[in-house]
C-alpha cells in the first residue's frame, strides 16, 4: 500500500515537473512572439493577414511544444516533434508560396521576394525534422537495448 | 548518438534565432527608410525633347544598406507601346546615409505625335508606370510599382481654320485668305511654320501659301494664310493640306475640308 502511495507520488511529481517544463517553454515562447510583434508593429498595415498567419503558427506551435514536453520520455514526445517539424515545413510552404509575396495598392503594387530566406528556412527546418527523425530512431534503439538486458 | 542530435538541435535553435532577428530587424529598420519624390519638372532639352525630371531623395535610417536601388519609368501610348524610359540606378546606399538624385527621362515629341495626332489636338493624360526596385541588407529584394498619370497638353489645341475670304488679285487669279487659330497647351513654347495647300473638289492643287507661328505656353495663335489660287479652279467645295513645321516636330498633311 505504501509502495503504490510512493509511486503515485513519484509519477505526480513527474507530471507536475513536466506540465512546469511545458509552462516555461511556451512563456519563453510567447515571450519571444510578444517582443518580436512589438518591432513588427507597423508590417500588418501594409500586410493584411500577416498577423493571422503569425498567430496561427504560434499557437499551433505552441501546441505541439505542449504536448511534445507532456509526453516527454515517450515515443510519443517523438512523434509531436516530427509533427511539429512537418508543421512548419508545411506552414512555410503555404503561407510563403513561392517565396515572392505581391500586395495590391490603390494605384500599385509590391513584390517582396524572400526566396532566399525561404531556402533557408526549408533548410533549417528539413534539419529540424532529421533530428527528430533521429531522437525517435535513438529512443527505440535504447528501449530495444533495455528490452533485451 | 546522443551528442551529435544534441549539436544539431543546438545548431538549428541557433540558426532559427539568428535568422528571425534578422528578418524582424530587417523589416523593422525599413521602416527608418524614408523616400520623397518631389514636385515632377517639365521642361525643354537642346536636342528639342521633353525633360521629365523627378528629384528623388532616400534616407536610410535603417540597419542595413540598401543595394541595386533602381527607378524605372516607361510611358506607354495608348496603344501600350513604350514611347518614353528613364531609368536611375544607385548601386549602394549605405547606412545613415541620404542620397538626393533627379529621375530623368527624355520624350521624344515627333516620335510620340508620330504614333498619335490626338496628342496634338487633344489635351489628354499620359500614363506613366513607374517601378522602384532595391535590395535590402544584399538578401531580401522588394519591388513597388505605381502607376500615376499626367496631363498632356496639346500643343495644337482646338486648331480650326476660319471661313475662306476670297479677293480678286488680277484676271486670273484670286486671292485666299485663310484665319488659322490654336491654343499652344503644351508646356512648351511654339515656334514655326504653317504649310496650307488647297485643291478644289476635282483634288486640282489651286495655290499655297505658308504662316509663322508663335505660340507661347498657354497662349492662343491667330493668323492668317494667304493663298493665290486661279480663279478657273475655285470650286464651292474642296480641302486642305495643313503641314506643320517645328523644332519638335513636323507633321502633316492635315486633310481639313472645306465647303
Do not use: C
Not at chain 1, 1 to 15: G, P, S, W, Y
Not at chain 1, 23 to 37: D, E, N, P, Q
Request: glycine share 6%; net charge negative; aromatic share 12%.
Amino acid at each position: 500500500m505504501a509502495e503504490v502511495k510512493k509511486d503515485f507520488k513519484k509519477r505526480l511529481q513527474e507530471i507536475t515537473f513536466k506540465a512546469l517544463k511545458a509552462t516555461i517553454k511556451s512563456v519563453l515562447l510567447y515571450g519571444i512572439y510578444f517582443v518580436l510583434s512589438m518591432f513588427l508593429a507597423s508590417v500588418p498595415e501594409m500586410f493584411p493577414g500577416f498577423q493571422q498567419i503569425i498567430e496561427t503558427f504560434v499557437i499551433v506551435y505552441m501546441i505541439f511544444t505542449i504536448f511534445a514536453e507532456l509526453t516527454s520520455e515517450t515515443i510519443f514526445q517523438h512523434f509531436f516533434n516530427t509533427t511539429k517539424a512537418l508543421f512548419v515545413i508545411l506552414y512555410l510552404a503555404f503561407s510563403l508560396k513561392s517565396g515572392v509575396i505581391g500586395i495590391t495598392f490603390q494605384n500599385g503594387n509590391l513584390i517582396i521576394d524572400l526566396r532566399s530566406f525561404m531556402a533557408i528556412a526549408m533548410l533549417l527546418s528539413l534539419l529540424g525534422l532529421a533530428k527528430s527523425m533521429f531522437q525517435a530512431i535513438n529512443f527505440l534503439n535504447a528501449k530495444a537495448e533495455t528490452l533485451h538486458v | 548518438m546522443k551528442i551529435p542530435i544534441r549539436i544539431i538541435g543546438t545548431a538549428t535553435t541557433f540558426l532559427w534565432l539568428f535568422l528571425i532577428a534578422f528578418l524582424v530587424s530587417a523589416a523593422y529598420s525599413f521602416k527608418d527608410v524614408s523616400f520623397d519624390l518631389g514636385e515632377p519638372k517639365i521642361e525643354m532639352t537642346s536636342h528639342n525633347e521633353i525633360l521629365f525630371s523627378l528629384p528623388v531623395t532616400v534616407d536610410n535610417k535603417g540597419y542595413y544598406r540598401l543595394g541595386s536601388f533602381n527607378i524605372t519609368t516607361e510611358i506607354p501610348d495608348e496603344e501600350g507601346s513604350i514611347i518614353a524610359q528613364g531609368s536611375t540606378f544607385i548601386s549602394t546606399i549605405e547606412k545613415g546615409r541620404e542620397i538626393r538624385t533627379i529621375h530623368n527621362m527624355t520624350i521624344d515629341v515627333d516620335k510620340l505625335l508620330q504614333d498619335s495626332q490626338d496628342y496634338l489636338f487633344n489635351d489628354t493624360e499620359l500614363e506613366i508606370h513607374q517601378v522602384v526596385s532595391m535590395k535590402l541588407a544584399e538578401v531580401i529584394s522588394g519591388q513597388a510599382s505605381i502607376n500615376l498619370s499626367i496631363p498632356w497638353g496639346a500643343p495644337l489645341y482646338n486648331f480650326t481654320l476660319g471661313e475662306i475670304q476670297y479677293v480678286t488679285h488680277n484676271k486670273t487669279h484670286t486671292k485666299a485668305s485663310i484665319s488659322i487659330g490654336f491654343v499652344n497647351h503644351a508646356s512648351f513654347d511654339l515656334a514655326g511654320t504653317i504649310q496650307v495647300r488647297m485643291y478644289n473638289s476635282t483634288s486640282a492643287f489651286l495655290g499655297e501659301g505658308q504662316t509663322t507661328i508663335e505660340a507661347p505656353q498657354n497662349g492662343s495663335h491667330q493668323r492668317r494664310v494667304e493663298l493665290s489660287v486661279p480663279t478657273a479652279g475655285i470650286s464651292e467645295n474642296g480641302y486642305f493640306n495643313v503641314d506643320f513645321f517645328t523644332p519638335f516636330f513636323d507633321y502633316g498633311p492635315l486633310v481639313i475640308p472645306y465647303g
